[in-house]
């Protein structure tokens, strides 16, 4: 949708007395908006137009046309097909109904605790293959050890949970095995790890059903300290299969003159969930005590949880869709308060709310802060949001460089990740558009879109080199989840991409430099077992950074719950501090690099290990 | 174009109602007058006011110079639905009346007018009228004898009387929904008035070919009104306003091609009038848009001493700045911006986050507060536009979208 401005010799005349602030500009720009839409048949899309500001579309468009390799720097290699995975997100062609749109979260979970990341895709079919009772099949694949995986889905029992639309990990039982929650249209489905290969639908008996909303993004976290990790749960749109919107019928159903599916404007949000654990493998359902129950049943995406304000306490950040984030800063005991506004992290650098979906988390500047980028709708950037402390965040998607090699594409899946292991975390994001018409339209807008690679220039600027890390991320795709964790217990990050449309991609960095890195593994004791939220401070010389194990994130995803460290040339880790979600803080010191720690609270490193290099390995 | 009485007559009969000291009779008859005003005023507190009537008949009928009780009589046949009845009680009270200016016989007179409008006397009507309304105080009765002259004045095609009193009434009472309506009618009527006659002088006239573009657009019919345009340049290349108009239009297509015709329109416009501030503005914006910061800054700049007053190139500016990371140089921009354009969000937005870094917490709470507002009332406004275009079938399509 184009912005415009009113002839001004057309003339609004300025109103006295109590409509004195309704300037006559102000009328002006309704005005032109009203006429604009009259004449072009535009209606609402998700988010708010934001054009590319100066400067930045010339480097667009140098960078866009930069090719060739990027120096000390890896490709990004598409192994898909080597690792044996055969799965295939069932789609609709036309996906006439917004919930065919939003499936596709990835999930990376070591359910058998063997040290090696499995994945699991969630699955969804379309309408019309659910109004004739077809389920799709999720699928859970064990990490072979040799750059392969086994389908063990049957096995597992997580094959058909629900109409999945992504997947989280955390340990609702405190027994140390790794639980799996997936968000369904029509509420959550949490499986409990029997530790035996095998896996049980708990939804019930852990008091969950009760969640029958449009769950998407979902994200455990233990907001009061007591040991066991709680739940959040946001939820998307009103919809349902019994009374289905038509197909490009009203106003919020068009886009770019062409017939699409209707929403989320124009459709009813779903308030949100904050289920607090009840220590025996129970929830509770605390969602308006705490303050984080969305009256305004705004359209929620994704959760995850942190502590943006390094105040001890975990606050919780919350994508809306159009509509401006949540940032519920927390007070330790169970009380919420949205900060998003004041905090800078609401809407973009003009005020204007955005089309928020996907999530990553990091401390890419090494300021001992967490900041955050957002992804969004093609006629948006996606946005950074640079952690000043205090609950005090910067809007730096333009002088980062993010904003210009991101607008035109729509972003679901975001992460930051250290491709190279220098020590500098890079930006990786996965595109596609919401509507496969939009092919038809005669514009440069296609349904297929490629990923995006920004690399950390280590002075708080990224370039981008979508173009220069290999040719598997300029292919084109409808993706959606994303996830990224050392699948093959090398040292190096892949990523795994869950598309909307067709089989999945997994990409996995080769070439570069030889660089070093460090990767732990944290158990709490005292804290909830997974040790969610816990975080790692490393120092190597005079490379520090921040990891934290997350919950959730990217888009509806799950990243490896291990925190991984890149270090250059660095070959020890002087130091590395673990503060535990409970206060305490733990402090290794001197350890060699390129091994995987695993750090129990209280006792230190209690398992180091050197890669297990396989000739099998992609 | 004629309002509803919305008003009571105990306000006017109220008014004027304890006044019976003011008999011209004498002896029993002045006995026999005071007892009928008071049984009147008897019924009058009991809210029969038909039983009032004949008790004030029986009193004018012993003094009929008395303008309290002519006027009250007026008043209550007027509200009881008897305007020609009224009418000669009225003028009654009115030629008996002291003083000229009489307080309180305004409204009498307002009344009279209304009276003699129900009964097709319009002349004398629109003259008592006229009297009345700039001599009244209150407000609610101003404004719906004020509507009732502006739809005589509409009646006759005396548009330009109208507007004057639809200016009066503006003022007094800005968010009245009737009166907005009566404006916007109003305006309306006389630009189809002028439209008229100046298709009827010039038809063939770069003017004509303007206003018309000007019709189109304000129809949703872009290109229509780009042709107009068009017309009225081959016309007259030197139109005022013409190649900015034409731009404004051109300039929202997504079409690069007509995007790039839209800047040389601009230009035009600027080669027509070197300080056309709003085609510096947009010339400003655009070379923004395509990366050129040195130049767009030098054109905010220009465009902000052609028009310290405009709110849109200050902002503009003040965003510039920001970017070159002048923030300093900024605040003092957007804290002209608010005070010019108080309704603008973004300015709001811009300004709290610029003081929120400074530290400046409650004058960022303040401003975040003002943009929380404008923002809600945009955006109930743009709602409302969107409700306006859609047809009643589409409006219930999208009533059966809702899940």
Redo the contacts between chains.
């Keep these: 949708m ?1 912005t ?7 003339g609004v005349r300025r ?5 004195k ?3 006559a ?2 009328l002006r ?3 032109a ?8 048949g535009a209606t ?1 899309q998700m988010g708010t137009p934001t ?9 667009a468009e140098a960078e866009s046309k930069a090719t060739g390799a990027l120096a000390n720097y890896p490709h990004l290699v598409d192994i898909t097909d080597s690792t044996g995975i055969h799965f295939e997100h069932l789609s609709s062609p036309a996906a006439k109904f917004i919930a065919e749109s939003m499936s596709g979260g990835v999930a990376l979970i070591d359910y058998d605790r063997d040290g090696w990341p499995d994945i699991y895709f969630t699955n969804a079919q379309s309408v019309e293959m659910a109004l004739h009772g077809v389920k799709a099949r999720s699928a859970l694949f064990h990490n072979n050890h040799d750059g392969t995986f086994t389908d063990v889905t049957e096995k597992a029992g997580v094959g058909y949970p629900c109409w999945a639309m992504g997947a989280v990990v955390g340990d609702y039982n405190n027994d140390g095995w790794p639980d799996l929650l997936v968000t369904c249209l029509g509420g959550v489905v949490l499986y409990r790890n029997n530790g035996d290969g095998t896996f049980t639908d708990v939804t019930k008996a852990s008091g969950l059903a009760g969640d029958s909303g449009w769950a998407t993004g979902a994200a455990f976290g233990d907001y009061d300290g007591d040991g066991w990790a709680d739940l959040f749960i946001s939820h998307y ?4 299969l019994d ?1 289905l ?2 197909f490009g ?5 068009k886009y770019l003159g062409l017939d699409v599916q ?1 929403g989320p404007r ?3 949000g779903s308030p949100d969930n904050l289920y607090h654990s009840n220590g025996d493998g129970t929830f509770t359902d605390v969602s308006k005590q705490s303050g984080v129950d969305d009256p305004e049943r705004r359209y929620g995406l994704t959760a995850i949880w942190s502590d943006f304000d390094n105040d001890g306490k975990l606050d919780l950040f919350v994508t809306n869709d159009g509509q401006a984030n949540y940032l519920y800063q927390g007070d330790g005991a169970g009380k919420f308060v949205d900060v998003a ?2 905090s ?1 992290v609401a ?1 973009n ?4 709310e955005q089309a928020n979906m996907g999530v990553a988390l990091g401390d890419y500047l090494h300021t001992g802060r967490m900041s955050l980028v957002l992804s969004h709708f093609d006629n948006e950037y996606a946005a950074l949001y640079r952690n ?1 402390g205090g609950m ?1 965040f ?2 730096a998607s ?1 002088v980062s460089g993010i904003a210009r090699g991101t607008q035109g594409y729509v972003g679901w899946g975001d992460a930051f990740v250290d491709f190279a292991n220098d020590g500098w975390e890079d930006f990786f994001l996965v595109n596609g558009h919401v509507y496969p018409q939009v092919d038809s339209a005669h ?1 440069a807008t296609r349904y297929l879109e490629p990923k995006l690679l920004f690399v950390n220039q280590q002075d708080g600027t990224f370039r981008n080199a979508s173009n220069l890390a290999g040719e598997a991320i300029q292919i084109r795709q409808v993706s959606r989840g994303l996830a990224v964790g050392d699948l093959f217990n090398d040292g190096k990050m892949e990523a795994v991409i869950e598309n909307l449309v067709g089989k999945p991609m997994i990409l996995r960095p080769e070439g570069g430099p030889q660089n070093h890195w460090v990767s732990f593994q944290l158990e709490g004791v005292k804290s909830n077992r997974l040790a969610l939220n816990a975080r790692v401070r490393a120092t190597a010389g005079d490379l520090v950074q921040l990891g934290e194990v997350l919950s959730g994130g990217s888009y509806l995803s799950q990243h490896d719950l291990r925190i991984h460290f890149g270090l250059g040339r660095h070959e020890r880790l002087d130091q590395a501090e673990v503060l535990w979600p409970d206060g305490k803080k733990e402090m290794l010191t001197n350890l060699p690099t390129d091994r995987f720690y695993v750090v129990r609270e209280g006792q230190g490193v209690v398992s180091s290990k050197l890669p297990e290099h396989s000739g099998k390995l992609p | 174009m004629i309002a509803k009485l919305g008003i009571a007559c105990a306000g006017f009969v109220l008014l004027l109602g304890a006044a019976s000291c003011l008999s011209q009779a004498t002896g029993d008859k002045q006995e026999e007058f005071a007892a009928h005003i008071q049984k009147a005023d008897g019924y009058l507190r009991d809210k029969q006011p038909a039983l009032a009537i004949p008790e004030f008949q029986a009193a004018v009928a012993i003094d009929p110079e008395n303008v309290d009780a002519q006027a009250n009589l007026g008043v209550l046949l007027f509200f009881q639905g008897k305007a020609a009845d009224s009418i000669p009680h009225f003028r009654a009270a009115l030629a008996a009346r002291k003083e000229e200016r009489q307080p309180g016989l305004a409204k009498i007179q307002g009344l009279l007018g209304m009276a003699e409008s129900r009964t097709l006397d319009f002349a004398d009507a629109r003259k008592d009228m006229e009297a009345a309304f700039p001599a009244l105080q209150e407000r609610r009765f101003q404004v719906q004898l004020g509507l009732e002259l502006v739809g005589l004045y509409t009646q006759s095609g005396d548009l330009e009387k109208a507007a004057l009193v639809i200016a009066q009434l ?2 007094a ?3 009245n929904a009737e009166v907005l309506y009566a404006a916007y009618r109003t305006y309306s009527d006389l630009a189809g008035e002028s439209m008229l006659a100046l298709s009827l002088a010039a038809p063939d006239s770069a003017q004509m070919h303007q206003l018309l573009a ?1 019709e189109d ?6 290109n229509g009104a780009i042709a107009q345009y068009r017309k009225a340049i081959a016309v007259d290349p030197h139109l005022p ?1 013409v190649h ?2 034409l731009a ?2 051109l ?4 079409d690069e091609t007509i995007k790039k015709e839209a800047e040389q329109e601009y230009h035009a416009a600027l080669r027509e009038n070197a300080q056309d501030e ?1 085609s510096i503005l947009r010339l400003a914006e655009i ?7 040195e130049q ?1 800054y030098k054109e905010y700049t220009k465009a902000v001493e052609l028009q310290p007053a405009d ?2 190139a200050k902002l503009g500016l003040a ?2 700045l920001i ?1 070159m990371n002048q923030a300093d140089k900024a605040l003092p921009l957007l804290e002209d911006t608010v005070q010019l ?6 300015a ?3 300004l709290a ?1 610029l003081y ?2 400074m530290g400046r917490v409650d004058d ?2 303040r401003e ?1 507060d003002f ?2 507002k ?2 809600e ?2 955006e109930k ?2 709602a409302l ?2 409700e ?3 047809q009643p079938k ?1 409006i219930r ?2 009533e ?4």
Excluded: W
């Design positions: 184009q415009s401005r009113i002839n001004p010799r057309i109103i006295a007395g109590a409509s602030m309704l300037t500009a102000f720009s309704c005005i908006v009203f006429i604009l839409c009259m004449s072009t609402a054009p590319l500001p100066p400067a930045e579309r010339k480097k749109v009103d919809f349902h009374n919107p038509v019928s009203g106003k919020s159903c209707c124009g459709l009813k506004l004041t800078g809407a650098e003009d005020g204007f000043e005090n910067t809007d333009i514009t | 503006r003022k009472d800005p968010d000007h657009t304000r129809q949703g019919n872009t306003g900015f108009e404004e239009l300039q929202t297509s997504t709003k070379d923004g848009r395509k990366g050129n910061i767009s709110a849109e965003k510039t970017e354009e108080p309704t603008n969000a973004t709001h937005y811009r986050t929120r870094k960022a709470k975040m943009y929380k404008f923002k009332m945009k406004l743009l536009y969107k306006l275009q859609v589409e399509a999208d059966q979208d809702q899940p």
